[in-house]
Each structure stands twice: as C-alpha cells, then as structure tokens.
C-alpha cells in the first residue's frame, strides 16, 4: 500500500520512536535503509535502526518525540523535533544524571511511496 513522505515519518515517530515498534519500524524501512544520527556511523537496514533506537530508549526512560513541523513533498520530507526524557542510563558517553532532559533536532526522509529509504538526522546534542 503506498504511503505519502508525511504518512512514513508520522508513523516514525508516533510509532516507532514513541512506542518503541520494532515491527513497525521493519514494516516502513527499506531493507537497505541508511541512517545517519548526529553521532557515530552509517547504520545499514532496520536492523541497524532498531539496535540504535534500543540504545537511546534503553538511556531515557519514558522518552518522548515530538513533531514541531513537517514539510514534504512527493518523495521526501523534511522535520524539525523535540525530544524528552528521563536520563538513566549513557546516552553520547554521558553517564546517567537521573536528570529530565530536553534537546531539538532535525531530519531529512528520502522515501519511495512504500517505505523510508534514507535519514538523516541533526540534534542538538549540546543541549542534552
């Protein structure tokens, strides 16, 4: 079934992201997805995704994303997020501070109608 950019990276982030979907995120990535975050490699497939959405989630404890504002257009889609949550474990090679903690972001989505071929993602890891 084809899905608009805006339809992929809501289901991204709403899914995903916040409810922690590895079935979700397998079903709207590519098999050869590739994934840039402000730090660290090129992850490769939803494999690679899904071992580094385990990592930050595993780091904060009830974290949220929010979508602040998404623009697309036939095959990509571009939005700018903010992000929250409780810092109990290392996140960036930040030991735990037990702290809430907020920080923004902003991602660029290559899509196919299906699915998410491509991300990349700018934080502001400063601000964490």
Request: hydrophobic fraction near 45%.
């Amino acid at each position: 079934m084809a899905a608009t950019p805006r339809e992929l990276v809501e289901r991204f982030y709403h899914q995903v992201w916040n409810k922690a979907d590895e079935a979700e995120a397998r079903k709207i990535l590519k098999p050869d997805f590739r994934f840039r975050a402000s730090l660290g490699p090129e992850l490769r497939g939803p494999g690679g995704f899904i071992a580094y959405l385990r990592s930050v989630r595993a780091a904060l404890e009830n974290f949220t994303c929010t979508i602040e504002e998404l623009v697309a257009t036939a095959d990509r889609a571009a939005a700018r997020m903010s992000f929250r949550g409780t810092h109990r474990g290392k996140l960036f090679g930040v030991a735990a501070t037990g702290r809430d903690i907020r920080w923004s972001g902003a991602a660029f989505f290559k899509t196919n109608g299906e699915a998410i071929a491509e991300l990349w993602v700018l934080g502001d890891i400063e601000a964490v």
